[in-house]
């Protein structure tokens, strides 16, 4: 028998990826809360620096960018979870599923591979390396210019998901996984996967490797750097460099582990997987806008005024 003639007409998924859970609304509470804090965190992120025009610099815009992606990312998937878990909605539409891979994939791109954080880092071995050339390096234009090439880029390669899947047969409409992402509805065509897994994990495995190098090499040039300045400048551009550092390893840690280990053979359980996706989408989201929120002296001056003018009015 045929593909074609064993394919079924999809109008609707079935979300499966819960079914085995012992405590849904434990996790779904647990996934509320962290989805809320993340995306409201990315929010004041974004009214800080927006609102205030000392903040109209290339750093702070990189910032805002990465709050935008932030909230794109958590909410491509975190609300289907939400809605599975605490209300019991298992079923998507074929259409919105396709819209929330690509959402999701574009984010994955933005975010887990660090094309965001590549640029940050660009910003910061810039400004570090030649600082009095800095602001004729790079302009408020450039920056917003920049910006948009990466989104564009970033799209190009999401692409390559839509166009694999639309054209394939499918021959369930259960999804396994937890959310529509490109593992999960390529697994419910008529065809053998694994050809496509390899394929996406070639370009993934390139695109993560390119960028790891990349920021690898950026804070080596720092460290270089820090070594012949004066302990005063060490100690701030150490500061600069935790705050970073401590991005890239939330952002990096869930996708080498999830991609590139997996195609080596190591098995992971449903659960395992599951809990990987949800820590790799609310983990960096969680933890970016309070990284450069707390450690950014602008937008912490910012907040202890607001918070100051509150207790001085009750």
């Not at 880029?153 to 959310?179: G, Q």
């Not at 080498?256 to 983990?283: K, M």
Request: glycine content about 4%.
């Amino acid at each position: 028998m045929s593909l074609q003639n064993a394919s079924i007409n999809v109008t609707h998924f079935i979300i499966g990826g819960f079914d085995t859970l012992s405590r849904p609304i434990a996790v779904g509470v647990v996934i509320l809360i962290t989805y809320l804090l993340a995306v409201l965190a990315n929010i004041a992120n974004i009214m800080f620096i927006i609102s205030d025009k000392r903040l109209h610099k290339p750093m702070y815009l990189l910032i805002c960018n990465l709050a935008v992606v932030d909230i794109m990312y958590t909410s491509s998937c975190n609300p289907t979870m939400i809605g599975v878990l605490l209300a019991g909605v298992n079923t998507i539409s074929y259409v919105e599923c396709l819209i929330q891979m690509c959402v999701f994939h574009l984010g994955t791109l933005m975010e887990s591979f660090s094309f965001v954080l590549a640029v940050m880092a660009l910003d910061r071995f810039i400004a570090i390396i030649y600082p009095f050339q800095y602001h004729s390096y790079l302009t408020n234009t450039r920056v917003v210019v920049l910006t948009f090439i990466l989104w564009f880029v970033n799209w190009c390669f999401m692409c390559y998901m839509p166009a694999t899947v639309v054209p394939l047969p499918h021959c369930s409409s259960r999804l396994k996984y937890s959310f529509c992402d490109f593992a999960a509805i390529i697994r419910t065509t008529c065809v053998n996967p694994e050809k496509y897994f390899n394929e996406a994990a070639i370009i993934m495995f390139f695109i993560l490797f390119f960028t790891f190098v990349f920021i690898c090499l950026t804070y080596c040039g720092i460290l270089l750097f820090v070594k012949l300045s004066s302990n005063n400048e060490k100690k701030k551009i150490g500061s600069t460099l935790v705050s970073h550092l401590i991005c890239v390893i939330v952002h990096y840690c869930p996708a080498f582990v999830r991609i590139i280990f997996t195609r080596f053979g190591v098995v992971l359980t449903l659960e395992e997987r599951q809990g990987l996706v949800i820590g790799a989408v609310l983990g960096p989201c969680l933890v970016n806008p309070f990284v450069y929120c707390l450690r950014t002296k602008e937008i912490k001056q910012k907040l202890f005024k607001i918070f100051k003018r509150f207790h001085t009015s009750e």
